[in-house]
Each structure stands twice: as structure tokens, then as C-alpha cells.
DNA sequence: TGCTAAGCGGAACACTGTTCCGTATCGTTC
DNA sequence: GAACGATACGGAACAGTGTTCCGCTTAGCA
């Protein structure tokens, strides 16, 4: 992920920050504090005590204010950061696997992604501005990717030419959505028959 | 009000608490209480300090703990105890007004109940069982004395008389909606304008 | 190697929800 | 109206939280 600091830098750039590369040690506490921060979120929720972070992290409290002012500062931190972590990995998939497999692996990716956003929704209609530009981050990382994805797929002949990424990613951020504590994988199981119903009506399957 | 402690025993009763009369001053409490609470959370939101509620409210932090065990308990009192007061100033509106000018006037009051409840969906989708009763209990409340009203108004011939209740009601809350914190008297004109809609069928004005 | 600015840690503070218990009040009985 | 038990009250005390502050450490550079 050597490319972090930059995209950190580009959305620092964007929302007015000074632009500035960070010290060795700054550098490390802030990714500390993002894995902690994330860990802990996904399981006690985006309104965990800050000492359960910085502890995880083993940070003091000051370099979290001094890093993330705001606790709205942190949770859009993580959350970038981690569709950036996301997105980041189609690359690799797309090169391990054949084009189709390599989509269905990233759907479920994707999904597990998803599913520890719950309790995010609360904030990011809190009115707060640091959520502002979150959703269209959301979409402007996701949607190349995915569309880069479909493209070599439908390319190969793996799945049908007529899937518009939007759908297919709104579609499956919903097949999250009933998924309970323990759902036995149901959220997988349903991905892949999504991914099947994509390989349907694909031209090497109509070709035969 | 004074069916009101009838009322609360309902709703305790409706909940599975023990019914029974309260002591002289745990009554006085009580309503010290969901009086300073209903204006604390206008001003505050719900999640405003208990300090600030038990000051106002001229009691000490026991007290409410002895009597809203739980935050959500208070806030659902505060809920009910609104919607009966709105609810409740129909009659006297009804016997003061001409029916339709009653009705007109209880849609504005209806109107400033509902501007008093920003900030409560959220409390109300926190999942916790305290809430599950609200809505039915907002809908029996107001659903009579709006039927009521329109029925009168109706009978007099003063609007038209093919008007469904809820429709009445979810479209005078939407009304609500757009309304910022100062909107130049915008909620009431649209309400009123709402009413001359009912008035412009009306059989009187047919019959001329 | 030494210097300086940047960064760090965690004690300390302010504010919150919640509990606890000695005291006061109510309603009842005689 | 006096006495008494049950009920309710007040607010100090405690525990947990976010946030600030400042002496100490470290990184980067000359």
C-alpha cells in the first residue's frame, strides 16, 4: 500500500488540509491508529470510547487529537481507507484469476466490506461536513473498479455485455442487508448466484 | 388534565406495569418532570445532559431514575404526553370554533407538535422496545379526534366531506417538513392553504 | 554529532450517566 | 391530631467518557 500516503494526501488536498508529507513516526501512528480504529469499530460500533482505540493502537489520546481532531475526522479516515483497501485489491484478483472468477472474488469482497458498515448510516446522516464528499468517494473508487472488472469478463466471453456496474454494485450491498449475526453464509451463497446469473447469458455459453 | 394520570395508568397498564395510584408527590415529580423534559428536548434534542432536565424540572437525579429507569422510558412519556395534549385540545377548539375554523386551528397545533419531533426518528429506529408502542399509540390517538373533526365540519357543509383522515395527517406532517429553522411562517400558510383545498368542494359553496 | 521542530504519552480536567442511602414526606390508623 | 410504616426525595459520590495540556522524546537535517 505504498500508495496510501498519496491518496491520503489527495483527500487532505481536496478538503483543504495542508498538504504535507508526514514524519516517519507521525506516519505510523496514523496507520496504528486507522487499523485499531477500524478493528474496533467493527465491533463496538463507530461510538467506542477512544481509549479502546488508542490502547489497540498504543497511542496516547493526544496523538489521536492531534491526528484526528474530530471523531468525524476518524470514522471518515477509516472509511476511506478501507474502501481504498478494497479497491486496491481488484488489481491482484484480475491478475490471479480468469476475468469472471476474479469478479466473483470481488464481489465478495465487496460484500464483506459492506457488512461491517452497519451503524455507520447514523453518522453519515448526522449532518456533520466531514461526510460530505464520503459518498461520492464511495463511487468514484468503486465504480472504475468494478467496471474495469465486468469489462474483462464480458471481454473474455465469461458473462453477458449488458450489466451496468451501478446496479450490480447496489445489488449487492443489498443482498448484505438481511444478513443477521450469524447467517450460515447466506450473503456468499447468494453473490455466487448472482455471479452465475452474470455467467448466463454469456456469449461463449450461446456460441455452443 | 385531569384524566391524564387515567391516561398514564393506560399506557402502564398496556406495558404490563403495575397499575396504582400515585403518592401526591411522586405525581408532582413525575410531571415536574415530562414538563421541563418536553422543553429541554425542544431546545436540546433527546440526548441532552440529565442535570440539565432534573434542574429544570427542580428534583434531584434519583428521582427520575426512580421514575424513567431508562432514557427511552422518558422519552416515550414526554412522546405520549404531547400527543394527548394535542390530541386533547380538540374538544375545546371544537366548542370554541366553527367546525371548519376548529379544524383548521388543530392542524396548526398538529403541525407544531410535529415540528417538536426532529431529531427523535433517530431515537425511534434505535431498535429499543420501549419505542415498538409509539407509533400505534400516535395513530389511536389522532386518528378519532381528526375524524372527528372533519366529520363535523363535513356535516356542516362547510368542506367536502370525501377526505381520509391519515391522508390528512401524513400530508399536514410532510408539510412540516421542508421548514427550517426560521421559515417565515411557510408551515402555516401551506396549512391553510390546505384547508381552503377542503373548503372549495364543500356543499354550501355547491349549492350557491 | 548536535540542533530544532515535530510529535508523543498519559496525567489531569471537565462533564456525563448512574447508584446509594440518610432524610423528608405522605397516607393511614388509632 | 399524633404516631407510624411505606414511599419518595435529594444530592453527594462513583465510574466512565471526551478532551486538553505540557514536559519529554524523536526524526530529519546541517
Chains 1, 2 share one sequence.
Not at 476518524?74 to 476474479?102: G, K, M, N, Q
Request: net charge negative.
Amino acid at each position: 500500500m505504498s500508495e496510501e500516503s498519496t491518496r491520503e494526501a489527495d483527500a487532505a488536498a481536496a478538503e483543504g488540509r495542508p498538504r504535507k508529507r508526514l514524519r516517519a513516526d507521525a506516519q505510523r501512528s496514523t496507520d496504528a491508529l486507522l487499523t485499531a480504529a477500524a478493528e474496533v469499530f467493527a465491533t463496538s460500533g463507530v461510538d467506542a470510547p477512544v481509549r479502546e482505540i488508542t490502547a489497540k493502537a498504543g497511542v496516547g489520546a493526544g496523538t489521536l487529537y492531534r491526528h484526528f481532531p474530530q471523531r468525524s475526522d476518524l470514522i471518515a479516515a477509516v472509511f476511506r481507507h478501507e474502501v481504498d483497501a478494497c479497491a486496491d485489491s481488484a488489481p491482484s484478483l484480475a491478475a490471479r484469476y480468469e476475468p469472471a472468477e476474479a469478479l466473483a472474488k470481488w464481489l465478495q469482497r465487496f460484500a464483506g466490506f459492506i457488512a461491517t458498515k452497519r451503524g455507520l448510516s447514523a453518522a453519515l446522516h448526522s449532518g456533520d461536513p466531514a461526510y460530505d464528499t464520503l459518498p461520492s468517494y464511495f463511487e468514484q473508487r468503486f465504480m472504475p473498479v468494478l467496471g474495469a472488472l465486468l469489462d474483462s469478463a464480458a471481454k473474455a466471453g465469461e458473462i453477458r455485455s449488458d450489466v451496468d456496474p451501478e446496479d450490480l454494485l447496489v445489488a449487492t450491498r443489498n443482498l448484505t442487508l438481511p444478513a443477521q449475526e450469524d447467517d450460515n453464509g447466506h450473503t456468499p451463497r447468494m453473490i455466487a448466484l448472482l455471479v452465475d446469473g452474470l455467467r448466463y447469458g454469456a456469449p461463449a455459453r450461446e456460441a455452443r
